[in-house]
């Protein structure tokens, strides 16, 4: 076990850095920098090139990237040019509604969509093709979409749930909690049926394997060979898939906490690329990294357990 | 893998084309984005309301005869902006498909073709791509050209690609792993000539399915891109900027979303459905999944004529799936203590008739008529609920290939005692029994083996394995489908011999189902001739080999390789019938 | 024999990594000659190397170390251009009927593979070749057109013969060609290999884990064990006189189609395991 969480995070660190230092590289191809953007345009030459060398801005790419490397490692992340705030203090704040949403994502997401990924593969005729539909729904409709449709339902009309805004933890844990039911399922509607689907092809490649058979001719409890025996065996390629639909959360977000007004990484991270402010999108760009590196490492780390191969070996 | 090639009914294979265009989802489907395109190129002429032309005196109206959909919150046309929205749509999600398709064709193709450090290096790649937060990336080409969206679908195209990559990766090496590539290389085609006579046609289909359920993708991420803002620049309609434009008036028309939301999600139903109904014709797997149809349970007819003594008879068992009869009337006698053999070729309804007793036949296929007589017991063999409460206890089973009969996620031990346990002993006496079991069926170091996984174990201890678990509950019948077709000789003799002395220490009845003639004359007492569903022999072992009464049986024998004499021609079924009935078959 | 050998199979080792500095040793210095004309039967059970040997004759697999030579030349690194050339000498029967042909492809197409690398054939020229081809195999003469699925596992196998003989080659390694048909069909394409094998002077591989039906078709019989040649002779003699104890194991084994002469056997290998496990 130990091997795969050293594998997984040696891997990653390329990661890291090939992430970082493509955002980094694409952010200074844009026109101007940030020297000519604080001082105007017209600003006399020598003042800008004054501040460009007092900035670092005049040293070739990659140092300037080993520069806020070296910075990033010792938690410096620099200060965002549009707030003057700290950029660390920026992320870390926004840190915890997105990892609110992604949680509450993953628990909606396994829950329902394995549930109805098992109904859909053993309940064939109209149950099965009524679920089908039904999982076309998350897929078709945009996250945001969706977003406005459960907010004109449920927020507007039915007033069960917040329209907008979030409530921190620490103020009321029943509105912190109700404020974040309509971004997850938004956000989730996608993965579930992902997930549905991918849980369905399992189960439906499993239950045609001869030890399924097997296991009835012994006697065993349908019930015991479905939800015991089957859906462990198809556990496996569905955690393969749980993972690429998690990261792809994490790109949901980013339109849902538009809608929702939610003070997360994601709304940061449009904000962050409107304004130009690229150290703020450099430091959002690694949280989402890191993000994903977890994520992975979990997924590993579900993968070794449940494939007796690798928990042997 | 049955991947693309599906075959008619004259075994020719089906192209993917004709396949799809005779799937009516399909068709709609293909319709639809035919539409959008005979739109946009034509909007000038079609559409009669300008998008931009703004009428503040008929504001958030619903659909009329004037305008189709309605009117927005600066009264423009709706129907009008969706219509020239498609354009850009369109060429985003083109933009983005062209540069994937390239991409991981290439990859793809090149890394499961090739394989060694090539391989590695692109599955690298691909884990790194897919790792990477799209829309992060996205958002940082798009602060860079914030009003152009070709770059941004571009960006994604690159990032897409690796997912569909890894798909027709695997898909090659599925095909490298063919027999007829092998012989192909033998034979002296090129690797270029091999990639393009064997490989490309059969990732054609794979690829078409991966780039609709990616273009399907690129039509969302596209829209999302124009919902923030970007891409494009103002105040051209887009389908994302109608979205944007919905959510500004949810509060008193929130009929906006509708018209907005809803062409983009048939647009992207669209590519979904045409990716699906492809895959559906090879894979089955979003039409309907097998499941067994529920029979109602015939009533029982007690035969007359069964033997005193006999522990198990079959009278008049008939299989049949649809409208093809499988096993025609098979009938026989057992007594505990004796074992029967079910000998026949491939497609001659052994298994299937073995099978209907445990009530295990695979959807679709069904006992027609047939009754089970059991300790004196009568059993219609539609009546699967009872099958099902006789399975472990009264009939056992094992199956042909053993590895895969046992359940890879759990030890031999747990699956062992899994099936002790329905007995309701005590939990102390359940771990013991397990190891009496393995020991019954020779198996050395037991509480090792039982620790042990599937994967841990060869083929011939798997079987004894399943010998040990069809026996936990003490069934006094036990059916081997097969049991040593997969083994090694010296395993088969073992096995055997295993099953030998346990059917008569614990004086069971046998039936085992081989198409192996060695087999039956080693651990039969009786034997039984199938040959396309029929009985056409059937007498005590001695008697079939020396007696043979049936023409075919005795064809058979004589076409034996292990019966003739070394160097002659061997004498072939068909002749041998023609010699002794005067007809062809 | 006393003419020279077609093949000659030098000391060949073959090593499989397994990962973490382990190795499989699939052929253990493995010795063997074939000559024109003749049928090598090789026999084993599963992990005895035998489907190896043919691999790595076969160019599929790279020996670790020693030597193949056919015809006096040495091919056991041989460069792909090579290769692509001997397919013309040396050629192959698979095991499995089914895959060993493209389903999507026409028989007619897949027979014409082996001649693409003559350049001298026009289409024509291999049309007519096909056909003689497909006669000889005792397939009807609109075999061509159609497709592998229209046809059963035994005429399948008919063809994938046509297909190894059609560029008259001179050395065929037949992997288990008959242990995935029934027995009815079995008897047909023995007596095909055998057919040809005389009327077109082929040498044959014939790899089996029966030693029965390997007695039958070879001439001279090979038995691997774990990677090691444990016994060779005249078929005839090492299948009614085995010296080895693993090779006997072999043949006491394989049940004989007779309930009364096996149970004698079965009494005997009873014994023999008896004896055997009171010596260990």
């Known amino acids: 076990m130990l091997q795969v969480i050293l594998r997984r995070l040696l891997m990653s660190v390329p990661l890291v850095f090939v992430v970082t230092f493509l955002t980094f590289f694409l952010n200074s191809l844009a026109p101007g920098d940030l020297a000519s953007t604080i001082l105007g345009a017209d600003a006399p030459r020598e003042q800008y090139l004054a501040l460009r060398a007092e900035m670092g801005l005049d040293r070739p790419l990659v140092m300037q990237y080993l520069g806020w490397a070296g910075h990033a490692l010792q938690g410096n992340l620099g200060v965002s040019y549009f707030t003057q705030e700290s950029v660390l203090s920026l992320v870390n704040a926004r840190l915890g509604v997105s990892l609110s949403i992604m949680a509450g994502v993953l628990v909606v997401c396994l829950s329902v969509g394995l549930l109805l990924g098992v109904a859909s593969a053993l309940k064939g005729g109209w149950v099965g093709r009524a679920i089908d539909a039904f999982s076309l729904v998350g897929l078709i409709f945009p996250s945001f979409w969706l977003a406005l449709v459960l907010i004109s339902v449920f927020a507007v009309t039915l007033r069960w749930f917040p329209a907008t805004g979030y409530t921190m933890f620490s103020d009321s844990p029943k509105d912190w909690a109700m404020s974040l039911v309509l971004p997850i399922f938004s956000v989730a509607m996608y993965s579930i049926t992902s997930i549905a689907k991918q849980t369905r092809d399992a189960m439906t490649d499993v239950m045609g394997r001869d030890f399924i058979r097997a ?39 980013v339109f849902v906490e538009r809608v929702f007004v939610l003070p997360g990484l994601g709304s940061l991270a449009v904000s962050a690329a409107l304004n130009k402010d690229i150290l703020l999108l450099q430091g959002v760009t690694l949280y989402f990294t890191l993000m994903t590196v977890a994520i992975n490492l979990l997924v590993d780390l579900s993968y070794g357990w449940l494939n007796p191969k690798v928990r042997v070996s | 893998m049955s991947a693309v090639v599906s075959v008619s009914s004259q075994g020719q294979p089906v192209g993917f084309v004709r396949r799809l265009l005779s799937r009516p989802l399909a068709v709609l489907a293909l319709v639809w984005l035919i539409l959008l395109v005979v739109l946009a190129i034509g909007a000038p002429v079609l559409v009669s309301l300008d998008p931009l032309d703004q009428d503040l005196l008929a504001i958030k109206q619903l659909p009329s005869a004037a305008h189709w959909l309605g009117t927005d919150a600066l009264g423009r046309d709706v129907f009008s902006r969706t ?52 829309m992060l990336i996205l958002l940082a080409v798009l602060s860079l050209f914030g009003q152009d969206m070709l770059p941004a679908m571009v960006t994604l195209g690159i990032m897409g690609s690796a997912g569909v990559s890894r798909v027709l990766r695997s898909v090659t090496l599925a095909v490298r792993e063919e027999l007829y590539i092998a012989a192909a290389r033998i034979s002296g085609l090129s690797d270029v000539h091999i990639i393009v006579r064997h490989v490309l046609p059969r990732i054609a289909g794979p690829v078409i399915v991966q780039l609709s359920l990616f273009s399907a993708i690129a039509v969302i991420v596209q829209t999302g891109i124009s919902f923030l803002g970007l891409g494009v620049a103002p105040p051209a309609p887009t389908w994302g900027s109608s979205i944007y434009e919905a959510a500004a008036s949810l509060n008193d028309f929130p009929w906006l979303l509708v018209p907005s ?41 007690k035969p007359t004529d069964i033997p005193a003594g006999s522990l198990l008879s079959m009278r008049d ?97 747990h699956q062992l005692a899994e099936v002790i346990r329905l007995q309701n002993l005590p939990e102390t006496q359940v771990q013991a029994k397990v190891i009496e079991l393995l020991e019954q069926v020779k198996i050395p170091n037991a509480r090792d083996v039982a620790a042990r996984y599937p994967h841990q174990i060869s083929g011939g201890m798997a079987q004894r394995v399943g010998i040990a678990r069809a026996l936990a509950s003490e069934p006094k019948i036990l059916l081997a489908d097969e049991p040593t077709t997969a083994l090694d000789v010296t395993v088969q003799a073992e096995i055997l011999a295993l099953l030998r002395s346990l059917g008569q220490s614990r004086q069971m009845a046998v039936v085992l189902v081989t198409h192996d003639w060695g087999v039956v004359a080693d651990i039969c007492d009786r034997a039984m001739v199938l040959r396309h569903g029929k009985v056409l022999e059937s007498a005590t072992v001695v008697d079939l080999f020396h007696r043979p ?31 002794m009935t005067g007809d062809a078959t | 024999m006393s003419t020279k050998p077609l093949l000659q199979v030098q000391d060949v080792r073959v090593d499989f990594a397994q990962g973490k500095g382990q190795v499989f040793q699939a052929l253990k ?42 015809d006096g030349e040495d091919i056991t690194h041989a460069s792909r251009a090579r290769r692509r050339t001997l397919g013309r000498d040396i ?44 006669q000889r195999v005792g397939m009807p003469v609109d075999t061509a057109q159609r497709y592998p699925g229209q046809f059963s596992g035994g005429q399948r196998q008919r063809i994938a013969i046509a297909r190894a003989v059609i560029a008259k080659p001179r ?61 060779q002779g005249g078929a005839g003699q090492v299948h009614d006189h085995p010296q080895h104890p693993y090779t006997r194991a072999l043949l006491a084994a394989a049940p004989v189609p007779d309930p009364l002469i096996q149970r004698e056997r079965r009494a005997r290998f009873d014994l023999a395991r008896q004896a055997l496990a009171a010596v260990a």
């Open chain 2, 549 to 579: 009464q049936h023409p075919y049986t005795r064809a058979l024998l004589a076409a034996n390789p292990h019966s003739a004499k070394p160097g002659d021609v061997l004498p072939t079924v068909d002749e041998q019938l023609m010699k």
């Open chain 3, 91 to 134: 050629q192959v029967v698979f095991q499995d009927p089914y895959g060993s042909l493209n389903p999507a492809r026409t028989v007619g197409d897949t027979l014409a593979e082996p001649l693409l690398s003559d350049k001298s054939l026009s289409p024509q020229d291999r049309a007519q070749r096909i056909a003689e081809v497909l």
């Open chain 1, 215 to 253: 296991l009835r001719a012994c006697g065993l409890p349908e019930r015991s060979v479905i939800w015991k025996h089957a859906l462990r065996n198809a556990a496996l390629p569905v955690v393969t898939v749980l993972g690429l639909v998690m990261i792809g959360a994490i790109s949901g977000t």
């Open chain 2, 83 to 134: 219509v020239y929205g498609i354009t850009v749509t369109l060429t985003g999600v083109l933009e983005a498909v062209l540069i994937s398709a390239f991409l991981s064709i290439g990859l793809g193709v090149s890394a499961g073709y090739f394989g060694g450090r090539w391989d590695r290096w692109v599955q690298q790649y691909v884990s790194l791509v897919q790792s990477l937060p799209t």
């Open chain 2, 317 to 413: 068992v008939c299989i049949a799936a649809g409208e093809r009869t499988l096993v025609h009337g098979v009938s026989f006698d057992l007594k505990q203590g004796e074992t029967l053999g079910i000998v026949g070729e491939s497609g001659s309804g052994k298994t299937l008739t073995s099978l209907s007793l445990m009530g295990l036949l695979s959807p679709g296929v069904n006992v027609t008529s047939g009754t089970a007589v059991i300790a004196g017991e009568v059993i219609d063999l539609s009546d699967e609920k009872r099958l099902a409460q006789l399975r472990g206890a009264t009939v056992g089973m094992i199956f042909q290939e053993p590895m895969a009969a046992l359940d890879p996620c759990f030890t031999i031990g």
């Open chain 2, 261 to 301: 939301g809803g062409v983009v999600a048939l647009t992207v139903l669209a590519f979904g459905l045409l990716g699906d109904s492809l895959r559906d014709a090879s894979t089955e797997s979003w039409s309907r999944p097998a499941v067994r149809q529920k029979v109602q349970a015939r009533q029982a007819v």
């Open chain 3, 171 to 231: 050395l065929i390694v037949c992997d288990e060609p008959v242990s995935a048909l029934d027995l009815s069909v079995q008897a047909q394409v023995l007596n095909l290999l055998k057919e040809l094998q005389q009327s077109m002077g082929l040498a044959m591989l014939f790899i089996s884990h029966d030693l029965t039906v390997v007695r039958h078709v070879s001439h001279r019989t090979v038995v691997l064990y774990r990677g090691d040649i444990v016994e």
């Open chain 3, 29 to 70: 210095g493995v010795s063997l000659d074939i000559h024109p004309g003749e049928t090598v039967g090789l026999v084993g059970e599963s992990g005895s190397g035998k489907t190896t040997m043919g691999r790595v004759i076969l160019g599929l697999t790279e020996a670790t170390s020693g030597q193949i030579l056919f």
